[in-house]
T-cell receptor, first 117, second 112 residues
């Protein structure tokens, strides 16, 4: 069964600095999707970024980018020029392809990011 | 705004009672997921529907049930409620079985 591990329960970053959140996963599948979701204090779950495993190029969305290392089964999120509004819980998630017969998203336990002014 | 709506936003009820949470997916989305998030915890997958059919089941208690209707909205029924059922319940939708999840704002359930 697939698992997702976020080993950093909490991280802090100074405003305008860069921070990297770690995520590792375990799977025997060769193709899948990976996601980062943000949950601010409002508790709304917001999609930050998505990566298809078959794509070697790392996904980027404005100040957010990922470092996808397929062989190492690592999927870290880099936030550049951190802003106070980035303070949130960040969840890493794994998704199998439908062809695998499973349809569940598997979420990590989350990393709480604090942004210091 | 993700386009996924959930009602009610807040629900306070007593132990032993039964409640129904409602979710309307984004326009065009066929798949609906339900997740439970207890305070400061991760997301626990409950159940998934696709075009009216159950497609995947997670750690859903027997006291809980769900369905997806022909108009694609979904309801999660929680019965014989216990204090430990207090949580934020999220609905999410995706266009198909491979689509990205888009979450609703959640229903905060408090059991007293």
């Amino acid at each position: 069964a697939q698992t997702v591990t976020q080993s950093q329960p909490e991280m802090s970053v100074q405003e305008a600095e860069t921070v990297t959140l770690s995520c590792t996963y375990d799977t025997s599948e060769s193709d899948y999707y990976l996601f980062w979701y943000k949950q601010p204090p409002s508790r709304q779950m917001i999609l930050v970024i998505r990566q298809e495993a078959y794509k070697q190029q790392n996904a980027t969305e404005n100040r957010f980018s990922v470092n996808f290392q397929k062989a190492a089964k690592s999927f870290s999120l880099k936030i550049s020029d951190s802003q106070l509004g980035d303070a949130a819980m960040y969840f890493c998630a794994y998704r199998s392809l439908p062809s695998s017969g499973t349809y569940k998203y598997i979420f990590g336990t989350g990393t709480r990011l604090k942004v210091l002014a | 705004d993700s386009g996924v709506t959930q009602t009610p936003k807040h629900l306070i009820t007593a132990t032993g009672q039964r409640v129904t949470l409602r979710c309307s997916p984004r326009s065009g989305d066929l798949s609906v997921y339900w997740y439970q998030q207890s305070l400061d915890q991760g997301l626990q997958f409950l159940i998934q529907y696709y075009n009216g059919e159950e497609r995947a089941k997670g750690n859903i208690l027997e006291r809980f049930s769900a369905q997806q209707f022909p108009d694609l909205h979904s309801e999660l029924n929680l019965s014989s409620l216990e204090l430990g059922d207090s949580a934020l319940y999220f609905c999410a939708s995706s266009v198909d079985l491979a689509g990205t999840l888009h979450f609703g704002p959640g229903t905060r359930l408090t059991v007293t």
